[in-house]
């Protein structure tokens, strides 16, 4: 049974600064790609950012700029260091894992609150 668990979450004041950290238990497949989801009450899950294992990475067009995803390989974490936050970025953030293997095995977290007060 593979685990993430995220920590990091919090309450911090509109431009302010967190670090999300997810990290997970050993996993029979070599992980692909490492990402945050967040939700938002009221509206849809939508991708944050996502980092591959080739070290490529995507973001969300309202992230670029503000958030940064980075992972190491050899403790299976990935980290989102989210600075100049707003209250828009206030929403239920959830570490994604998926594997280097044909099917793909797709992980999520548990989700942290992220809570950003104007």
């Known amino acids: 049974q593979v685990h993430l668990v995220e920590s990091g979450g919090g309450l911090v004041q509109a431009g302010g600064s967190l670090r999300l950290s997810c990290s997970t238990s050993?996993?029979?497949?070599?992980?692909?790609?490492m990402g945050w989801h967040r939700q938002a009450p009221g509206k849809q899950r939508e991708l944050v950012a996502n980092?591959?294992?080739?070290?490529?990475?995507d973001y969300a067009d309202s992230v670029k700029g503000r958030f940064t995803i980075s992972r190491d390989n050899a403790k299976n974490t990935v980290y989102l260091q989210m600075n100049s936050l707003k209250p828009e970025d206030t929403a239920v953030y959830y570490c994604n894992v998926g594997t280097y293997s044909v099917p793909v095995r797709d992980y999520w977290g548990q989700g942290t609150q992220v809570t950003v007060s104007s």
């Open positions: 980092i591959f294992r080739s070290g490529s990475t």
């Open positions: 050993a996993m029979f497949f070599p992980i692909n790609y």
